[in-house]
């Protein structure tokens, strides 16, 4: 073979290379997408204490629940939800108000606090007894 064809066999392939790679960084580029502003912050409250107070972060201020667990929304399933700005702190304090019973037979109950980020669950604590406390704390991210 000439030199003349290994010149154009090599400028061929110089071509190809550089389309594949142009390909390849321009698929890069299109599917970074930026993060999302917001997220979405799921508070649960499980536990079987008949007599428990709630309080959580929600976007327009603290909102607090009493009553029986677990946790319940207005469609009647478990926990409460918002769209909330990326890296706002967020709680939930769930307190056991029991105050009558045996520990040892289970009356007092148990309480336990949730909070989940797109899903993925960033703070989790349990606790059982009479006036027993758990907090969670996380920000709203992951």
Avoid at 48 to 56: D, F, L, Q
Avoid at 103 to 118: E, M, P, Q, Y
Avoid at 131 to 136: G, K, L, Q
Wanted: aromatic share 6%; charged share 15%; hydrophobic share 40%.
């Amino acid at each position: 073979m000439s030199a003349k064809a290994f010149l154009w066999i090599g400028a061929g392939l110089a071509v190809l290379v550089a389309g594949a790679v142009a390909q390849l960084v321009a698929e890069g580029v299109d599917n970074e997408k930026p993060p999302s502003k917001t997220v979405l912050v799921e508070f649960r409250a499980p536990g079987n204490s008949t007599a428990a107070t709630v309080s959580w972060s929600a976007p327009d201020g603290t909102r607090t629940y009493t009553g029986e667990l677990p946790l319940r929304n207005t469609n009647g399933t478990q926990g409460v939800s918002y769209e909330m700005p990326r890296g706002t702190p967020v709680s939930i304090t769930v307190t056991n108000e029991g105050g009558m019973g045996s520990t040892s037979l289970g009356f007092a109950g148990t309480v336990a606090c949730h909070i989940r980020v797109d899903g993925r669950l960033i703070s989790d604590e349990s606790a059982k007894g009479f006036h027993s406390s758990v907090t969670c704390k996380a920000s709203a991210d992951w």
